[in-house]
């Protein structure tokens, strides 16, 4: 591993610790765990807390349920636990207001439920991630979740509003589309860049193109984030 790539890492760890440490309460029964690597230290840290008995977690996808499982972490379901009390999560990229850019790992939608099932809603990335605007250094497009055979509708709807955009890739694991945990494809439109006052309005054109299931658009879901620096510090952000 690289100097760099052990830096990047360890800037995970210290924020995702930091953010359990200062924010999960015992009165916290229900535990919303994202997806990405980060949370993998989200996970590994409240797997270390002695009472793991005494709450349930919710996971956001396939990877997220299996650190819940690798974690020895109780798991639950939203259907049984429609209120999260607190809730973990990565994010692509996060802009001045919080709002932030999800889906890289195509998980958008279980991550929308939970965060927007959640009372508080906690971002953890390290520094690479927090830009100040959307699409400023994320320049893979926002990722949209879409029914499989709405795809070229949606991407000539979204190419008509300013937007530049493809379906998601499966290679080189899968030839054809990406397939999400729902089992609907990817499509990834690039806008350049949001200005967090534009961010709102954007999402909801999209939200209303019909075929659209839900957008990687996070907007002021987050009442905090916790930015892992390079240099060892963690950055606390909040609403
Ligand atoms: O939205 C996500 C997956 O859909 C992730 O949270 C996001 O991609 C951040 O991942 P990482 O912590 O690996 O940078």
């Known amino acids: 591993m690289s100097s760099t790539t052990n830096l990047v890492e360890q800037s995970k760890k210290l924020c995702a610790y930091a953010a359990v440490d200062n924010n999960l309460k015992p009165n916290h029964k229900i535990i919303g765990i994202g997806s990405g690597s980060t949370v993998v230290y989200v996970a590994e840290r409240i797997g270390q807390l002695s009472n793991k008995s ?27 636990n429609p209120i999260i009390d607190i809730a973990f999560d990565g994010a692509d990229e996060i802009d001045s207001d919080l709002n ?50 709405a795809y070229n509708k949606i991407i000539n709807e979204l190419n008509s509003i300013g937007g530049n955009a493809k379906v998601r890739s499966g290679l080189p694991a899968k030839a054809g589309p990406a397939i999400t945990d729902n089992g609907n494809f990817i499509v990834d439109c690039d806008f350049g ?44 952000l909040s609403v």
């Open 54 to 80: 005494d709450f349930v977690c919710i996971p956001t996808g396939f990877q997220s349920k299996q650190l819940i499982i690798d974690n020895k972490l109780q798991l639950g379901g939203l259907e049984e």
């Open 100 to 149: 932030a850019i999800k889906g890289g790992g195509a998980c958008l939608l279980q991550e929308k439920l939970v965060a927007d099932s959640a009372k508080e809603f906690i971002i953890v990335a390290d520094d690479r991630k927090n830009t100040g605007i959307l699409g400023k250094g994320w320049n893979k497009g926002i990722p949209i979740e879409v029914i499989p055979n």
């Open 193 to 236: 860049q949001v200005p967090a006052s534009q961010v709102d309005e954007l999402n909801k054109k999209i939200k209303l193109m019909v075929g659209v299931v839900e957008t990687g658009f996070f907007v002021k879901m987050a009442q905090k984030a916790y930015i892992g620096n390079a240099d060892g510090t963690v950055t606390t």
